[in-house]
């Protein structure tokens, strides 16, 4: 039975990736916009700068969105607890 320790996995990935000239860095919903806007669009246009903006906006205002739904939500819990 093998025992690796968390530094030593960490290791042995980098030195992985390293090798195969891989490039660590974080995805966010931003990263697959112009992929779903050729999509949309047609694959042989590159989406305009105005698409651009208005879905990077749109994913922006998605999580005050989800907070605004939470407040509601724990407002109408709260709300209900005093009857």
Known sequence: MFVFETKGI??????????LN???????????VDYFLSKITSEQQFP???S???SVDLILEIPKCICLSYDIL????FVLSLN
Request: include cysteine; charged fraction near 10%.
């Open 22 to 32: 891989w490039k660590m860095y974080s995805s966010t919903p931003c990263s697959f």
């Open 10 to 19: 960490k290791t042995m990935e980098l030195l992985v990736l390293g090798h």
């Open 52 to 54: 651009m903006l208005n």
């Open 48 to 50: 305009s700068g105005s």
């Open 74 to 77: 724990f407002n109408l819990i």
